[in-house]
């Protein structure tokens, strides 16, 4: 199972190298980590996804906890939360397919941020499933180049 801990860390070099060595001297592979400076410019908030079981996750948690740059580490797999990531992609077009690929960019709320002769550059921002789903549907044209961010995430406000 992926599980998504927010892991509020300060903002010096060197904290991802050894927060990202934690992960890789124990064997867990990281799926996806996001890392940016907090409302506070001494903190940074590193949004790791990982796969593991519950136990898997408790030990990594434990093992943060241990370092001193680190000063928050929550489990947000189980919370209410926004979730985004951000994809640029790159897609073959003809005269005959760019009135289509615009239609379902449009579809998928996505917007074209460079345009060439035979390809387009498409942002897209969503949660995974709706940056999978559109990647799936592009791959019918031809996906030139294709990044992700990974995942971001924050926390549902109490209502």
Do not use: W
């Amino acid at each position: 199972m992926l599980h998504t801990l927010a892991v509020m860390v300060e903002n010096d070099p060197g904290v991802l190298a050894r927060v990202s060595g934690l992960f890789s001297r124990r064997g867990y592979n990281i799926y996806s980590l996001t890392v940016c400076q907090t409302e506070n410019p001494d903190l940074s908030m590193m949004t790791i996804v990982v796969e593991g079981d519950s136990q898997v996750i408790e030990q990594v948690t434990k093992q943060l906890h241990k370092l001193v740059v680190v000063h928050k580490v929550t489990n947000l797999s189980q919370e209410s939360v926004v979730n985004r990531e951000l994809a640029l992609i790159r897609v073959k077009v003809k005269s005959d397919t760019r009135l289509e690929v615009l239609q379902t960019v449009d579809i998928f709320r996505g917007r074209v941020v460079d345009m060439g002769k035979n390809n387009l550059t498409i942002e897209l921002t969503g949660d995974e499933d709706k940056i999978d789903a559109f990647v799936r549907t592009m791959r019918s044209y031809g996906i030139l180049e294709l990044v992700r961010t990974g995942k971001i995430v924050i926390a549902r406000s109490d209502n």
